[in-house]
């Protein structure tokens, strides 16, 4: 089988949205150190910028958990939760390959990259719900509209229901 034709199992596309939640994230935090010309593991940096790299890693989580809801099928917080914890994983490899052990991250920037995770992944989900309610109530007004628009049916109908009865008012006395 080809690349192309390769089936997309939910396993293929979690460990894509971990990829690109640490993507995100790890790019983010190079550019931070970039700008302030120091190395992303510096403790000054992490330091001063903790709020910043938080948010980043959250941003990160997000954008790997929406994606990973939108394109797997299951249960939303499963697949939020199995992305941000793998895309934590992915980032601790990395960051022990290249700065040392225990250079970045810390209990905030954990649960910044998982709950993100969890978070886009829940979100994408209820707003699927919320769109899917949306499209049956409209469905289920266009049925009405449609069996409204012809009265002359409808007094057929009722007409034929009631046979003895005439479809003229009585006379006013």
Request: glycine content about 12%.
């Amino acid at each position: 089988m080809s690349a192309d034709k390769a089936p997309r199992t939910p396993r293929r596309i979690i460990f894509a949205g971990a990829n690109i939640a640490f993507g995100i994230s790890f790019i983010g935090l190079e550019l931070l150190g970039l700008i302030n010309g120091v190395s992303p593991a510096d403790p000054d940096l992490q330091a001063n910028m903790s709020l910043l790299i938080v948010g980043i890693n959250l941003l990160g989580g997000y954008a790997g958990g929406y994606l990973v809801a939108k394109n797997a099928p299951g249960d939303a917080l499963q697949q939020g939760t199995l992305t941000g914890v793998l895309a934590y994983i992915i980032q601790q490899i990395v960051h022990a390959t290249l700065y040392g052990w225990g250079a970045i991250g810390n209990a905030f920037t954990t649960l910044a990259l998982i709950g993100g995770a969890v978070a886009g992944a829940v979100l994408l989900d209820s707003q699927m719900k919320r769109h899917a309610k949306i499209k049956a109530a409209s469905q289920d007004q266009r049925e009405e509209a449609h069996d409204d628009s012809d009265p002359e049916v409808r007094s057929e109908e009722v007409g034929a229901e009631e046979p003895n009865k005439s479809s003229e008012a009585p006379p006013e006395s």
